[in-house]
């Protein structure tokens, strides 16, 4: 039987795995980023874009995470090919980070252009997250499959983790736009994240590894 202190150390593991997980996934230079920043930097619908950004972050890694456990409860096998593909893929990735690490880049957004209505900017962000098919492989079979291998009465938490990276980022992102942005164009800084997201994503590949090949 599992002491308190156990317990609330497994449930801080899980939530910080899937918290370390989204963030590495969604740090990154992109057009959804930058949008961000520039509604940040025009003090434009912040709250709208970055709620929904949030938001639909949320609902697909919900879905991702609760649909894939319904889908491999009775596939153990399958759960665990997944998660070595999973393990795969962070490690693909991790290394992409690092060599990224080894070149300059930065995200710039600039405050010119007419202003948007809430209307035109929520649909604006819209398009930046719901038509890149790279959210639903991040959201909802990558976070998903990896969110699936934790025990039941856990992924609640794994979930609450990746959504609180979601809200803290944007949050950040668009709040703090005025602060970060020029941080953020500094390639140096991106120099440092991606250096970051390697290690964390390499390290979260040995740990879907070890966890897969404990079930065999």
Known sequence: ????????????????????????LIVAIGAQNAFVLRQGLRRE????????????????????????????????????ALALAGAAFLAVYGWQALRRARQPQSLRATEGGAGLSRKAALAQAAAFTLLNPHVYLDTLLL?????????????????????????LWFGSLGFGARWLAPWFARPRAW??????????MGVMAVLLVRHALAGV
């Open 45 to 80: 619908h912040v709250g709208s874009v970055v709620l929904f950004c949030a938001v639909a972050d949320a609902v697909l890694i919900a879905a991702g995470v609760m649909g894939m456990a319904q889908a491999l409860g009775e596939r153990p096998g399958l759960a665990r």
């Open 191 to 200: 120099q440092v994240l991606d250096g970051l997201i390697g290690l964390t």
């Open 143 to 167: 976070v998903g499959s990896i969110g699936a291998q934790q025990p039941a009465a856990l992924r609640g938490w794994f979930v609450a983790g990746a959504c609180t990276a979601s809200l």
């Open 1 to 24: 039987m599992s002491t308190l202190p156990d317990t609330v150390s497994l449930v801080a593991s899980v939530f910080v795995q899937g918290l370390a997980l989204s963030l590495g």
